[in-house]
């Protein structure tokens, strides 16, 4: 691209600029006033330039001058992103807070990775000078956190021959660490960081399929509807359902090496929420800080409209580069209805037609190219990493046939919808086992048969069929009373309550019950399960319904993912024996007793 | 610049004024117009380009006439003078006094938009504030820093809750004050009187800020209220080191102006004609509440929405709830049974809750107190609809005694005196009272320990 031209404001509509830019290119970034505000060209008509500007403009004049810096709208990365928290465009907000005290003031250029801070960087062995170095290739790592291992890579776009490597030593971002010749005799030095523009995928050999779960410690998630480490996953939910709590438990306790959090358009005190209290939180997996393995990127509500489309690229473009680590990442991005009214803003000030509720034509096709960037691959150094995407779409009212939950529903292969009857009784989560899904339940099966049980789809089957049922009587009951319904039909109930209450339901602030392991989860579904079946068998022997349903065993059953830990699975297992040993004194009781009255 | 008028509207309409061939205006600067009678009227370019200047007019078009029709570009955004001399005084939407008293005028100039907190400056609000209002304090607490609205709808007794709120609110455990901003925008006389009385029978008019714009007052003026508020909020809070209780009514009215002016602008209207930065706009407005680090003093939120037919689904319901830490909901169903303070529990919900109750806070059984009375109560309410099919004396023991339940329930713990301020202790008290009409095996939310403390049932309950 060429280099820094000079033009000239003509029209300021909120965030929506007209300007007269020589040469100026879709994608641009520019500078804009004397305020030095940071925009981006997103079309062009004859002279004219529309920019969005990532900041207010209040204060702005027509006439004043706009650089257009000649490249798109990039990220930086390298060593020291995680742990941090960064704006829709990459601005580290801590620093920020630093040098600018509480509030974000406007213009401010800065750095988005720390420039002074050494790392200790250790080339790879093996290789030497003269080697010929192919795009991705591995040059050596940087132990950013005490669990995460960074691998410095050739940047995508860079290939050749190795004429120099760095020792181990400490290297601060700007220092060089590699020199590459590429075939047009052209010398790149690389750093320990590199540049990549947001809006262009990053490349990768090829995609592969999912192949394992993304273990969340939710038993509706994990256990229900399993969504597959490299997958695409939705969260919609009225206000208040419980969007944000489900993505910050994926968050923390996720078997995912990077969290990755965009908060689009959502509260402040979120944020804080999460900065606050994953440094206390252990990583089940690792044992480690949780927050070693995160970074966030916040785009509060409050802050300027444009800057939250960018967020969700900003995020993305880091997840990919951890992927081409070899890692497995999730991202998170709450809300990506926020997202999407960002572009209908745009989309309004640029007077595109609106279609549906304002939004363009093209929502649906944005959209897809956002959840398409995540996937399971072979990187371009040959290994395996995963971006895992999870949105959560805000319906106005609740109402899930609005655009942006009925594009997103095409799109995904796991849909977590959150209810807000179940909200409203505290049933947390709040995920509605009828309107949710999962596409990937066979292959979620083999893991949890080879790792965990062989009899998790059937069990799991039972449970969602026995959910079902307990719909169609409800339904039966609401219309001519629980009279109407057999023993054995009552007893359904009491089984799909129990199932509700015992297994469904889990508490993000409940400290035993937060984190489910995989193992915990079976073991509380099979306790269940097997409560059901044999008090069935009782029911059938004449058991009372009532008796059955009262017994001091079922509150204990309904304690028992509180009372035992995921470590605990043994206690939880003697727990289980215990119940089925009660309920076999009970199964002989009553037979005995139908044998004397026959 | 400022001392140029300029006579060239060009167009007026809806509250917007156009100003052709002026260049160089600021976007947002503040305008002064003058009309044929040569009355003062105040606006704000809302946008700005080389040919044309649009104005929002805060006190509206009417009775315009482009002819004589003065400009004047005042070269600086809308500000709001800052000292202390703003508490017990009394304002219009755009900060001039309303009580007769002379302007402030020594002070600093502060931009009454403001500026973004840094979420990285935030502390989490954790402190409780104990409103003595049961249906908040037990089961939707307020904490310091929250901005928590009240769901309401025509004729319900919200200004009664957010007075009451006022009146009672302090921190458990500390002497000092809240200081008051009060922002009324499009309220009736007697609302705002009543709000006025409120204030001075308790005996904080002096601890107060009012910044009041009328039914009958120009609706543009409503879209700078709020601003200009919260700007004297954050001032009080964050260089006077006060803990502020916002109290906005009604952001109906609000966002109705907002609609007015947007459809004037033929902006694109996202669901029942208001605009789609409608959540962008009511969250630069709530976001400017909570805590920040390093300092003393915090802004909490107490805004009123009534919901247009009573529709929680309606765009401002709606989108405030998906902005604020949660909601107190009033239910017509309540009031009409003659329940005061009317809180449906239900929908209610308080997002803070979490870190500001237990232990260290208020009494620790008190979060699984809370989730438990919200289980009871909701198995009640399925009870409730049985009941209307089948009678209620066909229902199973069980089924009547969460029948019994939902009736105490509602008497004793949601409903309470105006004037009655509960400690947290004693609703607390009151909702073991409820819980021990159960067998214990009946209780699973609460834990073996506090049912050995606090659980009063005997074996008539079983
Ligand atoms: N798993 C859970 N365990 C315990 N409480 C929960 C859980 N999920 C949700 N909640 C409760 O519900 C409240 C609202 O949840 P959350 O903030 O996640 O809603 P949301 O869907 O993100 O709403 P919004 O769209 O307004 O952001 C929480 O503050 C918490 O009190
Ligand atoms: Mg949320």
């Known amino acids: 691209m060429s280099e820094a031209r000079v033009g000239r404001i003509i029209e300021i509509n909120g965030p929506i600029l007209r300007i007269n830019l020589a040469g100026a290119r879709n994608g641009e970034q520019v500078r804009i006033g004397s305020l030095d505000i940071v925009g981006e060209i997103i079309a062009l008509e004859g002279d004219i330039a529309i920019v969005q500007a990532y900041e207010s403009t209040e204060g702005l004049r027509p006439g004043e001058t706009v650089n257009g810096l000649g490249r798109p709208l990039t990220v930086e990365l390298g060593p020291g992103l995680l742990q941090g928290i960064f704006d829709g465009m990459q601005r580290p907000l801590t620093e920020i807070a630093r040098v600018a005290g509480d509030n974000i003031p406007r213009g401010l250029a800065i750095d988005s990775l720390d420039r002074k801070r050494e790392w200790t960087f250790l080339p790879c062995d093996g290789l030497e000078p003269g080697d010929t170095i192919g795009v991705g290739e591995l040059l050596g790592t940087v132990q950013e956190t005490e669990t995460i291992e960074h691998r410095i890579m050739v940047p995508p776009n860079v290939q050749g021959e190795l004429i120099d490597l760095a020792h181990v030593g400490e290297y601060t971002l700007e220092d060089t660490i590699a020199q590459i010749r590429d075939k047009n005799d052209q ?124 967020s969700v690229y900003v995020g993305m473009t880091i997840a990919e580069y951890f992927r081409d680590q070899g890692h497995d990442v999730v991202m998170l991005a709450d809300s990506t209805s926020r997202w999407a009214e960002a572009l209908r803003e745009v989309a309004g000030r640029l007077g595109h037609m609106p279609v549906e509720e304002g939004y363009p034509a093209y929502l649906g096709s944005r959209l897809a190219a956002v959840y398409e960037r995540a996937g399971r691959v072979q990187t371009l150094a040959g290994e395996r990493g995963s971006v895992t995407l999870i949105g959560a779409v805000s319906p106005p009212g609740g109402d899930f046939s609005e655009p942006v939950t009925s594009h997103t529903k095409e799109i995904i292969q796991t849909f977590w919808a959150l209810s807000k009857e179940l909200a409203d009784a505290r049933h947390y989560p ?149 119940v089925y040993e009660t309920l076999a004194a009970l199964h002989s009781e009553y037979a005995s007793s139908q044998e004397a009255a026959s | 610049m400022s001392d140029v008028e300029y006579r060239r509207a060009t167009a007026a309409q809806g509250g917007l004024l156009v100003v052709s061939g002026v260049e160089s205006v600021a976007f947002g600067d503040r305008v002064r117009v003058r009309d044929h009678q040569g009355r003062t009227r105040n606006g704000q370019v809302i946008l700005a380009a080389e040919q044309e200047t649009l104005i929002q007019v805060f006190e509206g078009t009417d009775d315009i006439d482009l002819e004589n029709t003065w400009v004047r570009f005042l070269d600086q955004p809308l500000v709001l003078t800052v000292s202390p001399a703003l508490l017990g005084r009394v304002f219009n939407g755009i900060g001039e006094p309303r009580d007769g008293r002379p302007p402030i005028v020594e002070g600093e100039q502060r931009n009454v938009n403001g500026s973004a907190i840094n979420p990285a400056a935030r502390n989490y609000p954790r402190e409780f504030i ?81 910044f009041v714009n009328h039914a009958d007052d120009p609706p543009v003026e409503r879209l700078a209220l709020p601003r200009v508020a919260l700007t004297a909020a954050e001032y009080l809070a964050f260089d006077l080191d006060r803990h502020v209780l916002v109290v906005m009514t009604d952001m109906t009215n609000y966002s109705e102006a907002l609609r007015e002016v947007a459809t004037a602008k033929g902006d694109v209207p996202a669901r029942k004609g208001y605009p789609g930065y409608l959540y962008s706009d009511l969250s630069e407005i709530y976001e400017r509440s909570g805590r920040i680090r390093d300092r003393h003093g ?38 009409n049974q003659g329940v005061y303070p009317p809180v449906d529990i239900a929908p209610s919900l308080s997002r803070l809750m979490k870190d500001g109750i237990g232990k260290d806070d208020t009494r620790e059984d008190h979060p699984r107190v809370a989730n438990q009375l919200y289980a009871l109560y909701a198995k009640a309410q399925e009870a409730r609809n049985l009941a209307s099919i089948i009678g209620a004396e066909e229902l199973s023991q069980r089924d009547q005694r969460y029948l019994e339940f939902a009736t105490e329930f509602d008497k004793h713990f949601v409903g309470q005196g105006e004037d009655e301020n509960r400690s947290i202790i004693e609703t607390l008290n009151i909702a073991w009272e409820l819980l021990s009409r159960f067998p214990r095996d009946a209780l699973t939310r609460v834990s073996e320990t506090d049912l050995a403390h606090y659980y009063r049932g005997g074996d008539e309950a079983a």
């Open chain 1, 187 to 310: 010398v790149h030095k690389l750093k320990l960081y590199h540049r990549w523009p947001v809006r262009i995928p990053r490349p990768y050999s090829r995609r592969d399929h999912g192949v394992e779960p993304l273990i969340t410690g939710q038993r509706i998630l994990d256990t229900f509807f399993p969504l597959l480490k490299g997958g695409k996953g939705a969260v919609p939910g009225p206000f208040g359902a419980g969007k944000t709590m489900v993505q910050q438990q994926v968050a923390r306790w996720s078997n995912a090496d990077i969290v990755i959090y965009v908060g689009c358009g959502e509260r402040g005190n979120e944020m804080v929420d999460v900065l606050e209290s994953f440094p206390q939180l252990q990583d089940p997996n690792t044992g480690r800080g949780m927050m070693e393995r995160t970074l966030l990127v916040a785009n509060t509500s409050n802050m300027p409209v444009v800057a939250r489309e960018a």
């Open chain 1, 430 to 578: 709040s995920v509605d086992w009828v309107d949710s899904f999962s596409q990937d339940v066979s292959i979620a099966a083999g893991w949890w048969a080879e790792n965990i049980n062989g009899h998790w789809d059937k069990r799991r089957e039972e449970a969602l069929g026995l959910l079902a049922r307990d719909a169609e009587l409800s339904r039966i009951v609401n219309l001519v009373g629980p009279e109407a319904l057999s023993h054995e039909q009552q007893w359904e109930l009491e089984g799909a309550a129990l199932i509700k209450e015992a297994v469904l339901q889990q508490s993000a602030l409940d400290d035993v019950d937060s984190y489910c392991s995989p193992r915990k989860q079976f073991e509380l579904l099979e306790l269940v399960m097997q409560v059901f079946d044999r008090g069935k068998k009782l029911i059938e022997l004449g058991a009372p319904v009532q008796e059955l349903a009262e017994h001091p065993l079922m509150a204990r059953i309904r304690r028992a993912k509180s009372t035992w830990r995921s470590d605990e699975t043994d206690d939880l297992a003697e727990f289980a024996t215990e």
């Open chain 2, 130 to 210: 104990q409103t003595g209002v049961s249906t908040i304090d037990g089961l939707n607490s307020l904490t310091r820093g929250q901005k928590l609205p009240i769901f309401s709808a025509s004729g319900l007794p919200h200004n009664r809750l957010a007075a009451q709120i006022v009146r009672q609110a302090r921190l458990p455990g500390e002497a000092g004050n809240f200081a008051i901003v009060f922002a009324a925008m499009g309220v009736s006389y007697a609302d705002a009187r009543f709000f006025e009385e409120s204030f001075a029978d308790s005996g904080v008019l002096g601890n107060v800020v009012m």
């Open chain 2, 298 to 335: 915090s802004v909490t939120m107490v805004p009123v929405v009534t919901m247009p037919s009573d529709d929680i689904t309606h765009p401002i319901p709606d989108l405030t709830g998906y902005i604020t830490e949660g909601q107190i909901v009033l239910s017509r169903e309540l009031y």
